[in-house]
């Protein structure tokens, strides 16, 4: 029996051909982390990546959840999805088990999205955005965001989070900044819709 995979390069190992799924990187977070591997790899190794993806016949399914799902019930034997839908699969008592990839030393890390929410400038009611900002940090929302199912990982370092749900601090993320993946997103997507989706 192979080792479980521990990095997304994993994906282009030949035992694991027509074996592991993502969901489609033209959407979602999976085009995010796309444009994520263009900004910290550069363009050629990062279409290296995707296209020796399709050469060890990884599927690709129509989101997240779809990969989560058919992972648990035994159609693929893993798959690159989020926390809150591999953590879905544990807690519905599949056979399944998730883990954070690329944390060895020197490692690529693992691209952290996290939540995220805004003040519209010149909107209607900036004092009641405010307060629902405020609220949304409290410690008691994080708190009880990390209790759900799935599994959202508190940025206050001081919010006691359950035991399944890694601490932000003990994480090794990927080097790369929001501004980065944000400029490479057209150029990732462009490639992805050509080379990858055919």
Avoid: C
């Amino acid at each position: 029996m192979s080792e479980p995979p521990t990095s997304i390069l994993d994906f282009l190992k030949p035992e694991w051909a027509g074996k592991a799924a993502i969901a489609n990187p033209l959407f979602g977070t999976t085009a995010t982390h796309a444009a994520a591997l263009f900004a910290a790899w550069g363009d050629g190794r990062a279409k290296a990546f995707f296209i020796g993806m399709l050469e060890n016949e990884t599927a690709v399914l129509p989101g997240n959840a779809t990969v989560r799902d058919l992972v648990a019930r035994g159609q693929y034997a893993w798959g690159l999805t989020d926390t809150d839908d591999a953590n879905g699969a544990v807690e519905d008592g599949f056979p399944a088990k998730w883990l954070l990839p690329d944390q060895r030393d020197g490692g690529l890390g693992t691209l952290v999205i996290p939540n995220s929410v805004a003040l519209v400038k010149g909107g209607p009611n900036p004092k009641g955005g405010k307060t629902l900002i405020d609220y949304l940090l409290s410690p008691g929302v994080e708190r009880r965001l990390a209790q759900t199912r799935s599994t959202q990982i508190p940025l206050n370092p001081a919010v006691k989070a359950p035991e399944r749900v890694p601490a932000l601090g003990a994480i090794h993320t990927m080097e790369v900044s929001v501004e980065a993946i944000a400029d490479e997103m057209a150029t990732a997507a462009a490639f992805i819709r050509k080379e990858f989706m055919r």
